[in-house]
């Protein structure tokens, strides 16, 4: 059975949650809180699998809520699911440890198949989320996206197939992906990306991605912006 601590400012919004949650044979509600600084010390108490988190809360927000939930290093991983201000908050919200994020309007199918994945050590991004993410991480990168790969410890400690498999994962493959890709078998992938979390620090493929980014492990496809041609060779 998953257990879930609903955090959400409004006793309705909780109501519909918990009614749905409890519907399902394997989820149950533990608790509830209304503001951030409640949600933190329920999920101290509860040890929640999984810590349903809005963003938009009283006194202590959610970004920050998530962040001191993953900074204390229990059990509980937190989905976030909000309809606020997506381009504004997705990244810090992922940043500040949270294993997904989805909208509000997720039907309730694929809010509890999130909340499975993420009991499960899984990271879920929302499909219609994952191409402005990676707009924002394209427009956090400097403009010259010639500059090298930016050097930091985490990435000495990898081999070289743990580095490809990092790099896979910013690419957003999946395991059956990238065992394809390198010629392995799923099960040795699954080890592969599991000493690569490890080693960086990551608690699962959302701060793998993020941080693949952030030392230009990945790139994104560099796009035309409007009103500007590429220049042709010999131009």
Do not use: C
Not at 142 to 169: Q, Y
């Amino acid at each position: 059975m998953i257990s879930v601590l609903v955090v959400d400012a409004h006793p309705l919004q909780r109501l519909g949650f918990r009614m749905l949650l409890e519907s399902a044979p394997d989820t149950e509600v533990v608790g509830e809180a209304e503001n951030g600084a409640e949600a933190v010390r329920r999920a101290t108490e509860l040890g929640p699998d999984v810590v349903l988190m809005d963003i938009r809360l009283p006194g202590v927000d959610g970004i920050e809520a998530t962040r001191r939930i993953a900074a204390a290093g229990g059990r509980s991983r937190v989905l976030v699911l909000t309809a606020f201000d997506v381009d504004r908050y997705a990244f810090a919200v992922l940043r500040a440890g949270a294993s997904g994020f989805l909208l509000e309007d997720a039907r309730p199918e694929e809010l509890l198949a999130g909340i499975r994945a993420v009991a499960a050590g899984d990271a879920v991004i929302a499909p219609a989320l994952t191409r402005r993410l990676l707009d924002v991480a394209a427009d956090r990168l400097d403009d010259d996206l010639t500059a090298p790969v930016r050097d930091d410890p985490r990435l000495d400690s990898l081999t070289r197939r743990e580095r490809e498999v990092l790099v896979a994962i910013g690419h957003g493959l999946t395991n059956g992906e990238i065992a394809q890709r390198f010629t392995l078998s799923e099960s040795t992938v699954k080890t592969h990306v599991g000493r690569v979390l490890a080693k960086i620090g990551a608690r699962d493929r959302v701060q793998a991605v993020i941080l693949a980014y952030d030392l230009r492990l990945t790139r994104p496809v560099q796009r035309a912006r409007p009103g500007l041609r590429r220049p042709r060779p010999g131009s």
